[in-house]
Structures are given as structure tokens and as C-alpha cells.
């Protein structure tokens, strides 16, 4: 059973428009929610992550929007750019005293911005 | 890379050797993960460490082990390779519960 769905699995968006990638979870006890960039051939990256205490969270042009009780958040990037262009993932974690704080990911969004 | 270094790169094997990947930190973070890519599959965790000599399994643990003797070091052993294996892994590392986890550049390997 996948606990975090990410979609689309791609996007293509033009220079300067929005793009949206949104994901959705099962489990409620989840505290923790970061996206990862990734580029090919490279490790995934910590782009901006939130946590269930605020609906919104702002860095630059990127902004994860939350709704708890919907159990879904997404992310935004305005004003999008070429070198945007990458793979996206959505995670979620639990802190747990004495557990590993795993980090569930979703299975990743292709993301082209196109000239 | 945050100081996370893998080896090695790429590797090619064949269908029932041994195979050791290594995942090397130099910030002493406390929990350490190994996860690999497979396209569809987005990242799926194999094993994790919370401390030395304290591991436990993921989702995709069958066929794999890990060791951590050292803070530094989470060494991820395939018994005997098959197939199936054939992945990209990926390291990563943080120092506290809900803050970012750094990865390393990932091992590519194929089993043959």
C-alpha cells in the first residue's frame, strides 16, 4: 500500500507559467512534509518542506500549500524556469521517539519548463 | 552532498555474486537510510540505522542487509545478487527527526 501518492507522474509547463504537483497521504500520524529536487544524476535535494501546524509555506518562488484535513499538500513554483526542469518528489515522515524517522516518498514527478 | 560520499559509482555484477555498496558521512549524523530509484517506484526504503549497531528494515528489505559498526559508515550488502536488484541506491543522513535528510550521489548497479 503506497501511504504517500504523488501526481502527475509528468508536466510539462511553459517559461513562466505555474507548475502544480500535488500528493496525498494515508497516515494521519505523519508530521513532516518535504519535497525533493532532483536532477539526472545527482541525489535528491531538500527543496522546502512544512509541517501540519500552517497551511502555507513560502520560499522564493516555491510555496507547499497544506490541508490537513483533506490529508493532501502540494507544490507551487511560480514563475517557472528552465532549470526548474527535474524530478520532483513528495515525503512525509513521523517523528517517533526511538524510531528511525523514515521518509515515505512519493514516486517522483518529471517536470520539463519548456522555452 | 553534505559530506556523504558512496561507493562505488557504478557497478556490474553477476546473477548470485555478493555485492557491497558503501555509504560513507563525514558530519556525524546520527540516522542513516539506504533507498533505491526504480522508475515508477519513486525512492523505497531497504534499511535504516538509528545508531550504531541499531538498524532495521524497510519496505524493500528481502535480499538485502546492512551493518553499521561505526557513526560514519552504513555499509548495504546484497547476499547474492539477482536481477531484480538492478537499481539505483542511494544513501542519505540527518541528525535529528523531521529535518533534512542529505543524500549522497547514488551507486548504479547492474546485475547481470
Known amino acids: 500500500q503506497q501511504q504517500v501518492k504523488q501526481s502527475p507522474q509528468s508536466l510539462i509547463v511553459q517559461k513562466g507559467g505555474i507548475s502544480i504537483i500535488n500528493c496525498a497521504y494515508e497516515n494521519t500520524a505523519f508530521d513532516y512534509f518535504p519535497w525533493y529536487q532532483q536532477f539526472p544524476g545527482k541525489g535528491p535535494a531538500l527543496l522546502i518542506a512544512i509541517r501540519p501546524d500552517v497551511s502555507e509555506k513560502k520560499e522564493g518562488r516555491f510555496t507547499i500549500s497544506f490541508n490537513k484535513s483533506a490529508k493532501q499538500f502540494s507544490l507551487h513554483i511560480m514563475d517557472s524556469q528552465p532549470g526548474d526542469s527535474a524530478t520532483y518528489f513528495c515525503a512525509a515522515s513521523e517523528g517517533v521517539t526511538g524510531g528511525g524517522n523514515k521518509l515515505t516518498f512519493g514516486t517522483g514527478t518529471q517536470l520539463k519548463v519548456e522555452l | 552532498d553534505a559530506g556523504i560520499t558512496q561507493s562505488p559509482r557504478h557497478k556490474v555484477t553477476e546473477t548470485g555474486t555478493p555485492v557491497t555498496l558503501r555509504c560513507h558521512q563525514t558530519?556525524?549524523?546520527?540516522?542513516m537510510y539506504w533507498y533505491r530509484q526504480d522508475p515508477g517506484h519513486g525512492l523505497r526504503l531497504i534499511h535504516y540505522s538509528y545508531g550504531v549497531k541499531d538498524t532495521d528494515k524497510g519496505e524493500v528489505s528481502d535480499g538485502y542487509s546492512v551493518s553499521r559498526s561505526k557513526t560514519e559508515d552504513f555499509l548495504l550488502t546484497l547476499e547474492s545478487a539477482t536481477s531484480s536488484q538492478t537499481s539505483v541506491y542511494f544513501c542519505?543522513?540527518?541528525?535529528?527527526?523531521?529535518?533534512?535528510?542529505?543524500f549522497g550521489q547514488g551507486t548504479r548497479l547492474t546485475v547481470v
Open positions: 558530519e556525524n549524523h546520527r540516522y
Open positions: 542519505a543522513a540527518k541528525d535529528r527527526q523531521n529535518t533534512e535528510a542529505f
